[in-house]
């Protein structure tokens, strides 16, 4: 099983929509999760920390499930500019993060 | 501010050829990284620096060095470039480490025939 693993999509979605990826982790012990966006051919960038019960930034909401081991990643009122791919990180060790293979997410007009 | 400048940003190497690719940030990060990304393999980590000086490896270090003089400079070298190295590499710096969130530079795309 990967330490992180993501559903690589795509996600098509409708302008307006919600939208929600999970991304399940292995290991029991992970304490940190973050979310990353890539926008294609550029680097990723850091969209939100989740470090305990989830957190909520505008559209955007990220949740931890530590019973069923993963974290989701809720859009709200999707927006064109929100297609890319979104990458999940988790600590899988001391200083060690590990991240997933990204969800593609394309929002339609 | 610029953040993290990777130099060069396109290569093509020969197989066997050497180069060196630059990374420099200007966010006084004592936490630098290299990265490859592949399609369908995710980001991973080559080798690490936890300050001036110092150099670890990461989960792909095999065919590449790396070198920390200065704080603000980590520097990624392939010896005898292979197809196999044909990948995007990201340079990244964090203030206290990957739990911090990471700073990414705009990748280099490097191509090996």
Redesign the interface.
Known sequence: RKE?EQD?GPFNVPEGATVAFNCTYSNSASQ?F?WYRQDCR?????LM?VYSSGNEDGRFTAQLNRASQYISLLIRDSKLSDSATY?CVG?TGY????????TKLQVIP | NAGVTQTPKFRVLKTGQSMTLLCAQDMNHEYMYWYRQDP?????LIHYSVGEGTTAKGEVPDGYNVSRLKKQNFLLGLESAAPSQTSVY?CASSYS???Y???????TRLTVV
Do not use: H
Not at chain 1, 42 to 46: A, V
Not at chain 1, 95 to 102: C, H, L, N, P, R
């Open positions: 992180v690589p940190s973050f550029k680097e990723p960038k850091l920390s990458l600590n200083q060690k993060v590990t991240f997933g293979t990204g | 369908g393999m995710g980001l991973r990201f480490g990957p739990l969130g990471y700073t990414f530079g705009s990748g």
